[in-house]
């Protein structure tokens, strides 16, 4: 079945120390988006990918960097990870055929959650 | 910010009961979606609403949408243990639809 799948599910890591988070996705679409979730938050998004084309959220710290060498893949960096940034990371991607992701469904893989030692 | 609220934050029932939760959103949109996330997992999409629909069904779920309101409610019929989970509206911007912005939830716990 097409999916999106995120590796590790559980990824540990410690204060400072460089982490990866990957993204995988069979679905051929165009826009990936990586979320981070905290407990009993909204997903808040924090940049995304419409085709190779990168756009960073206003908010996002500068610590958080993505990379799409491809349309199946897409990579989450956190350079330096602080306690803040212990939480639930989601990849999600979408198609747009030209009228906008609006109108279509993101479809998330089961995500990876990230704690800091 | 276009961020939603949903309301209640919390809702528990009974088993076979109806649940209804609402979302309200600030700007204009284009359309508006309703996801489900269970503890642990990934957001699943569960059905969508244009700004010119006022209502839709998809099984036992039922979506209405209101935009001199800004408002959104979704309806769960005859809810069963499965249903527990996290429901997030999601809306996008009218100019410049890339990305959705999620709603606070609403956490529904069904009682067996």
């Known amino acids: 079945d097409a999916m999106v799948i995120q590796n590790p599910r559980y990824q540990v890591t410690q204060f400072g120390k460089p982490v990866t988070l990957s993204c995988s996705q069979t679905?051929?679409?165009?826009?990936m988006y990586w979320y981070q979730q905290k407990s009993s938050q909204a997903p808040k998004l924090l940049f995304h990918y419409y085709d190779k084309d990168f756009n960073n959220e206003a908010d996002t710290p500068d610590n958080f960097q993505s990379r799409r060498p491809n349309t199946s893949f897409c990579f989450l960096d956190i350079r330096s990870p602080g306690l803040g940034d212990a939480a639930m990371y989601l990849c999600a991607t979408s198609r747009d055929s030209g009228t906008g992701v609006g109108n279509q469904p993101q479809h998330f893989g089961d995500g990876t959650r990230l704690s800091i030692l | 910010s276009q961020q939603g609220e949903e309301d209640p934050q919390a809702l528990s029932i009974q088993e076979g009961e109806n649940a209804t939760m609402n979302c309200s959103y600030k700007?204009?949109?284009?359309?508006l979606q309703w996801y489900r996330q269970n503890s642990g997992r990934g957001l699943v999409h569960l059905i969508l609403?244009?700004?010119?629909?006022r209502e839709k069904h998809s099984g036992r779920l039922r979506v209405t949408l209101d935009t001199s309101k800004k408002s959104s409610s979704l309806l769960i019929t005859a809810s069963r243990a499965a249903d527990t989970a996290s429901y997030f509206c999601?809306?996008?911007?009218?100019?410049?639809?890339?990305?959705?912005?999620f709603g606070t939830g609403t956490r529904l716990t069904i009682i067996p």
């Open positions: 609403i244009r700004s010119n629909e």
């Open positions: 679905l051929n679409h165009n826009v």
């Open positions: 999601a809306t996008d911007a009218y100019f410049g639809n890339e990305k959705l912005t």
């Open positions: 700007t204009s949109i284009n359309n």
